[in-house]
């Protein structure tokens, strides 16, 4: 069982010191092997003004230090096909946004670093649809590629995740990811920015275990009500472990 869990955004050094210490802990406790994420750039930001994160080159030396100093696996996302060859230089996986997954050079850069490529399943495609891009990376190198369900579009500020999508992407993936934070959003419905529902997470994660999903994502945050990108759906710090126990049981 895969576990990814971090920061939406990379905010301060701080930050990512203070999820890497926990994420640490909970894998000595646990015997997990959690891969750490987090994102340089948030280009898909709802408003101009939103906080985007400190950039490419200041943001891979900020991800370089956490496992220097950690010793954990990275995952973070790219939206240009440009940043796949220095992104693959620190990392250990690299993410697809939703929106751009169908986006071949994306795709084709992101695959031939030769790392892992978690391709997450756009808002407005099946879980069957996935086949396309799974085989665009696939036949571009990937070492390996993970699917992850985030839930579909429903009418204006909603999402629902249906998850037969979770067997169908198992039928083109050997892994299959949830990303359970993501998919309890609220888009666009905050003003100006992202809402979402956390209280819902811990359930979105055990339905997903019982449909199939071999792997869970989390963005997690001490101070979610204050984070700079994602707060409302992102899990507190401190639930993260019971949480996990839960999912191994």
Not at 4 to 9: E, F, H, L, S, Y
């Amino acid at each position: 069982m895969k576990f990814i869990a971090g920061p939406c955004v990379i905010e301060s050094a701080e930050l990512l010191n203070a999820v890497a210490e926990k994420i640490v802990a909970i894998n000595r406790n646990l015997g997990t092997d959690i891969i750490f994420k987090a994102s340089f750039d948030k280009a898909n930001r709802t408003s101009l003004t939103s906080f985007r994160g400190p950039g490419l080159e200041k943001g891979l030396q900020m991800l370089h230090d956490v496992k220097s100093k950690w010793g954990l696996k990275l995952l973070t996302d790219i939206h240009e096909s440009w940043q796949a060859a220095p992104v693959g230089e620190v990392v250990d996986v690299i993410q697809i946004p939703a929106f751009l997954c169908r986006q071949t050079d994306l795709l084709v850069a992101a695959a031939a670093t030769g790392k892992i490529v978690n391709i997450k399943k756009a808002q407005f495609l099946s879980g069957a649809d996935m086949k396309y891009p799974y085989e665009k990376a696939l036949h571009s190198g990937a070492s390996e590629i993970w699917l992850t369900e985030r839930g579909n579009i429903y009418g204006y500020n909603n999402l629902v995740v249906d998850f037969r999508n979770i067997p169908d992407m198992l039928g083109i993936a050997p892994t299959v990811v949830m990303d359970c934070t993501h998919s309890v959003q609220r888009p666009g419905a905050a003003g100006g920015k992202t809402g979402g529902n956390r209280e819902f997470v811990p359930s979105m994660a055990l339905a997903a275990k019982a449909f199939g999903a071999n792997g869970f994502f989390f963005e997690v945050h001490p101070d979610p009500d204050n984070a700079k990108s994602d707060g409302p759906n992102m899990l507190r710090l401190e639930d993260l472990e019971s949480l996990i126990k839960k999912l191994l049981s």
